[in-house]
């Protein structure tokens, strides 16, 4: 099987820095394959590519190098084992050379406020940065001999609106805008935009929009290209979405969910930029309803708490009725290193539409669902359910195990 | 539809007197149905027994009123609101009058302690217990005219093992000792003895042995009638049952699972004797294995803390692994009031078991095993696995609403 | 020794209504003093007024009655035990006769918002509120033959700046503007001023101005009056006055503290408003860098979450560095019922308060810093050695016991 | 000012080998002194032994270098930041020439269990053993150059009761024993009475019996020797001993205090062994009664939970009643790193014992009380009056900063 790409979008933030570490050193065999949904068994035995047929790219707006980056999570946040970074230094410095300065047009001042001055590509039209960014991907695939490639957006998230006019409705009617220079979208879109343009399947692991519109679905039915977001749940929402079911197929009432986040990671400081937020808040918050069938009030927050480095802890308050209307409270915290959560997410997401794109799929991948706080395809947000859709996925005949 | 029998072992304890009170309370429409799985919308179309076609009965060790029991519930725990238990007064008074002396031969001495001297029925051999049990319920359903009746188990724990011989394997051994004044058996395992060998179904809400035995099994099968155990899950192990397979699914490593669980009713007290609470630990902890695949580290701990009343707390501390070895922590408190969550669950055993036995069912009822810790007929322990179970069985055929 | 006045600016609120309630209840001897820091022993033996010689009146914008209030504590937050308030209800009854309409004028919109129509006294001049609040004073002392009155507030908390300008800085400054129409103080200040100018000693229980204005501080000395405040402390303040000293002793580096309290009654709501809330928020947070000496990263958030009713949860989240930079954390949850932990210091700040009145003091009651989030007359934060200045004023010998 | 021995039994435990780290580090100025408690402003200005006067030598059972017991606290607890043991290895490797073979005569199996095979000191009898550990001392006296020496009991805890007799009860009667081969007594008092008898002072870190005696507090005064213990407080305890107070201070009445413990390092699987988890527990549970003048229901558990490492995490639940009768909770955990929160407080010991007998002092330092579970010397227990006594004791005079 050949090689296959896979491009990230923010290729030295926390989630992609440990993946690249990760897949390193799982093809060193540094360390077991923990954390790894595709390696669960049901889905051993269908034909992902395996750790070394993973080959690693990346857009990014800062200069420092992966090892710096890596040890960063390895010294100040306690993230990553420093013995394994030194053992995969290599690895890293090897695949600095594949990264490509990003676009931060229209990501708001967050954003660019962490960027290198001077290193992102300059704003342009909408068609120029797509067809800059398809040439960084052209040259990619020709270097290291791709067949297929899977680009991921671990950017950290865009504010919600990034300016007033509504975004077009239908590829016809964006494509028409591509080259007028008062035309703007924001940065996930744009690379949402030129992957599936390009043919490259899309992965949207944040909340910002991505390929989440009405123009670029039909584009990517179009062009045959597979495409899923958004937002990988890694810790809270994670939880709701197991906990929740639980609450409702006891028939218990809850009245209320209160949930708290602290965070000390950049994800974090470009979160407390009020505009940001409101795009995660958003997405951390529907699912309530959508599982219990009803809302209880809920408050979701998120604040960034410099001295947490790389770790987030999540307090949640459950106020709920049971039978005679007795109150009753669980509470729990998830004390989770926010890299570690996120990144083997990123490596199964990239095999498994690998595959999806093999087999010829196309379109929202909504068997991918179990990954996503707002899953893109379906509306299923129970995780046994949605964690059921995926083996299913992975039963159907084409996926069993080649007899030879 | 006629009447159908009620009758719970254990009739005045925490839990029971819950469930009668909330049966009174929604018959008077008091309350909302919160609580009650059989409510739900999968199970409101199947032809379940009405809250006014339920009439209870029991047994009991002690002689205190069904009233002062729910007050004290009302006053000295905050489980359940005062002026319910008032307005349903006259129908715990005419409940009292159906509730006859019960055994506690072999129940262990933390059990005789509660009794109230003179009470429980004088032991002779187990087949005279026997028989004076079914003459109880004789006169029951002969005075009530019901023509099916559930027996629930919601007696406190027994000890793990109450005489040094092995029970005997098969309905032939057992019951040629039943008349032999040296063979006793747990009291538990009596009444489900009469309750199967009288064409009675039977639910074990505790840990004690009950039907769980291969000469019991045989006997139900034998005389058809259906039955089911042990161990009602409410709390902790609810929530492990729930979110083991989170962690199975995203391949995280769980390294320990700590549990300590606070109570303060006649529950705790009882098994707060060591002999009683290793039946209910040694119920707690084996799920992890069968959900996991693997065994961590586990500690399960039981303590007898007055002060907390009807209420109960456990506090979980789960030691993971995730990728690149980092381990991070998930911890929760789940404070929930004993009775209060158990009573509802009672209520819907026994509708679910009456219209299973009303079909011509038998045997054990795995399809149930979502309301249980240690399932009969099953090995399945992931929650939302064993919640599909309960609605498969809802959608079959027979079950379907009956057109006029 | 004659009896004194006990005056609440927001006699129906939950922490007045409570203490009525608790106050009868002491009286008819239904409960023990749990609770109240003045029936501890350092306290017995010097000369504070009997619960028998404490007299109840207030002002309020609302127009329930006490009892329903009472009841409203009692079934819908189970706050307190329904048996109490029924044998009480002879008290609360009585203590409504002495309940007047109060003022709202420049309270903000929240306060305003929960008034009854009609009830509040219309909105004329400062001054004439201030003698309409002193003629129903006076009323009362004659009523009920008092000697001495201390006046608390336990009103809902005020936006931070009710008006643009600046508050008068001097006593002759403020006195003339007085009946000046275009002139206006925060309710809170009004009350006050009217107490101090009138001889009653103050206590300002919640965290609005209050006395603590230069003006009133002087007239306070000129009056020869007592006053103190502000904020009670009930909850997670009280634990961070208690907290922060352990860490400051053993030299561990708090980097960040972060509190998030949750909170379902009036009060709740009221600082849902923003404004309210901001000045709540400020009386919580500076402590930390008067005991610690240096300001790690804190974040206090209130949210009003309807289903608590009077109960609050506070989670804090203390994240600190020990010896070799090592990052540890410790967590607390405090799950108290707010009128229930407020109440008795309502009683105990007009027992002290009143021994001191009759001693002769006057000026801001430092010593009692102990009940304060933001003490007047102190900047001791340090909960232990803020009691022992309580101690240390008990062990006066002007306090001493009386001999024969 | 000459040098200072500080002598540790368990040179190589986690606690000694992260003082031993500390120190090198804070010589090298590569660590802030956080955590110190003799480094905060009351103590800076007496004068106290500074980092690099003091000499660290050993006694040990195993056999394994303090740098590996260094690394692995780095590497598999992630306790220690791994290049700051790399900087410091010449002095660890240096230290390691003057640890010598300890005794585990009468220490329980638990501790010779741990012990490696050959390398303790032979059995012999009790004044043999005396002798030796003396002549190891006398040795490291003379080598180093010093002219006092602090012996710290930083090993496992020992069992409860290690032989059925009680200890002789006058230094007399122990003295004659001492050479009988059928007398024993447990290795922390042979340390201890080691350490009187040669005039070097004593600090017993553990809840072992170490000094506490009546014949070494006899014989301590005969030395003119200074000593304390017992039990060195660091998590759960010293929050005890903080909060309990605030219990006290506003009449609480606190019903039940909970707490449990686990932890994965050598400490806690000795402590596994019943028989020394009894001396623990034992340890822990008294201070409620003392602060608070009644004995709520307590509950003390520790388990051992191999992934922990060096990480211990308390749970505590406490449950009290306010105003009204109304029950209230409030819980805590304290997740902390053994190792870091003891060893800096042997640094302080070390250090203001010396001072101490530098200054004439002698028998139980009780001022060193806010150290300590079981503080000898005196019975406060409330946290906030015991560092007061420090303070005071450091106020002496005699402590004044010397003016030239």
């Given at each position: 099987m050949?090689?296959?790409?896979?491009?990230?979008?923010g290729?030295?933030g926390?989630?992609?820095?440990?993946a690249?570490?990760?897949?390193?050193?799982?093809r060193r065999?540094l360390?077991p394959?923990?954390?790894?949904v595709s390696?669960?068994?049901?889905?051993?035995s269908?034909n992902?590519?395996?750790?070394d047929?993973?080959?690693?790219?990346?857009?990014e707006i800062?200069?420092?190098s992966?090892a710096s980056q890596?040890?960063?999570?390895a010294?100040?946040?306690?993230?990553?084992?420093?013995?394994i970074?030194?053992?995969c230094r290599?690895?890293?410095?090897e695949?600095?050379?594949?990264?490509?300065?990003g676009t931060?047009?229209?990501?708001?001042?967050?954003i660019e406020?962490?960027?290198?001055?001077?290193?992102?590509i300059?704003s342009r039209?909408?068609l120029e940065t797509?067809?800059?960014i398809?040439a960084?991907w052209?040259g990619?695939?020709?270097?290291?001999n791709?067949?297929r490639m899977?680009?991921v957006n671990v950017a950290?998230t865009?504010p919600?609106?990034?300016?007033?006019?509504?975004l077009?409705d239908t590829?016809?009617a964006m494509e028409?805008?591509?080259d007028?220079?008062?035309f703007?979208?924001?940065?996930s879109v744009?690379y949402?935009?030129?992957?599936?343009?390009a043919g490259?399947s899309?992965?949207n692991?944040?909340p910002?929009?991505?390929?989440?519109l009405?123009?670029?679905r039909?584009l990517?039915l179009a062009?045959?290209?597979?495409?899923?977001?958004r937002?990988a749940?890694t810790g809270?929402t994670?939880?709701k979405s197991?906990?929740?079911p639980?609450?409702?197929?006891?028939?218990?009432?809850v009245m209320?969910?209160?949930g708290?986040?602290?965070i000390g990671n950049?994800?974090?400081?470009?979160?407390?930029?009020?505009?940001n937020k409101?795009?995660?808040?958003?997405?951390?918050?529907?699912?309530?309803r959508e599982?219990?069938?009803y809302s209880p009030?809920s408050?979701?927050?998120?604040?960034y708490?410099?001295?947490?480095g790389?770790?987030k802890?999540?307090?949640?308050?459950?106020?709920?009725?049971?039978f005679l209307?007795?109150?009753?409270t669980?509470?729990?915290?998830?004390q989770?290193?926010?890299s570690?959560l996120a990144?083997p997410?990123v490596?199964?997401?990239?095999?498994?539409t690998?595959?999806a794109?093999?087999?010829g799929e196309?379109?929202?991948?909504?068997?991918?669902?179990?990954?996503f706080k707002s899953?893109q395809g379906?509306?299923?947000?129970?995780?046994?359910?949605q964690?059921a859709?995926?083996c299913?996925?992975?039963r159907?005949?084409?996926h069993?195990?080649r007899?030879i």
């Amino acid at each position: 099987m050949p090689n296959t790409g896979l491009w990230m979008i923010g290729a030295r933030g926390g989630v992609a820095t440990t993946a690249i570490v990760g897949l390193a050193a799982l093809r060193r065999e540094l360390i077991p394959p923990i954390g790894l949904v595709s390696d669960l068994e049901p889905f051993r035995s269908i034909n992902l590519a395996g750790w070394d047929q993973l080959v690693i790219g990346g857009h990014e707006i800062r200069t420092a190098s992966l090892a710096s980056q890596a040890l960063l999570l390895a010294d100040s946040s306690r993230a990553i084992d420093r013995r394994i970074v030194e053992q995969c230094r290599p690895d890293l410095d090897e695949t600095d050379l594949e990264i490509r300065p990003g676009t931060v047009r229209n990501g708001g001042t967050a954003i660019e406020s962490v960027a290198d001055p001077g290193f992102p590509i300059p704003s342009r039209t909408v068609l120029e940065t797509v067809r800059q960014i398809q040439a960084d991907w052209s040259g990619f695939c020709v270097r290291k001999n791709l067949q297929r490639m899977v680009v991921v957006n671990v950017a950290s998230t865009e504010p919600r609106n990034t300016s007033g006019e509504p975004l077009p409705d239908t590829w016809t009617a964006m494509e028409s805008r591509l080259d007028d220079p008062g035309f703007s979208l924001p940065p996930s879109v744009v690379y949402a935009l030129a992957a599936i343009d390009a043919g490259h399947s899309y992965v949207n692991f944040t909340p910002s929009t991505g390929s989440d519109l009405p123009a670029l679905r039909e584009l990517a039915l179009a062009r045959g290209v597979c495409h899923v977001g958004r937002d990988a749940k890694t810790g809270e929402t994670l939880l709701k979405s197991v906990l929740a079911p639980m609450f409702a197929h006891r028939n218990l009432d809850v009245m209320s969910w209160v949930g708290h986040n602290i965070i000390g990671n950049m994800d974090g400081q470009v979160l407390n930029d009020p505009a940001n937020k409101a795009t995660k808040v958003a997405s951390k918050d529907h699912l309530l309803r959508e599982i219990l069938g009803y809302s209880p009030q809920s408050h979701v927050s998120i604040e960034y708490i410099r001295s947490l480095g790389d770790w987030k802890t999540a307090w949640d308050h459950i106020h709920f009725r049971g039978f005679l209307g007795t109150p009753m409270t669980m509470q729990f915290t998830w004390q989770g290193c926010d890299s570690i959560l996120a990144a083997p997410l990123v490596l199964d997401l990239a095999r498994f539409t690998e595959l999806a794109a093999r087999r010829g799929e196309a379109g929202e991948m909504g068997w991918l669902s179990c990954f996503f706080k707002s899953p893109q395809g379906t509306d299923e947000h129970d995780f046994s359910k949605q964690f059921a859709m995926l083996c299913d996925w992975a039963r159907q005949p084409e996926h069993a195990p080649r007899t030879i």
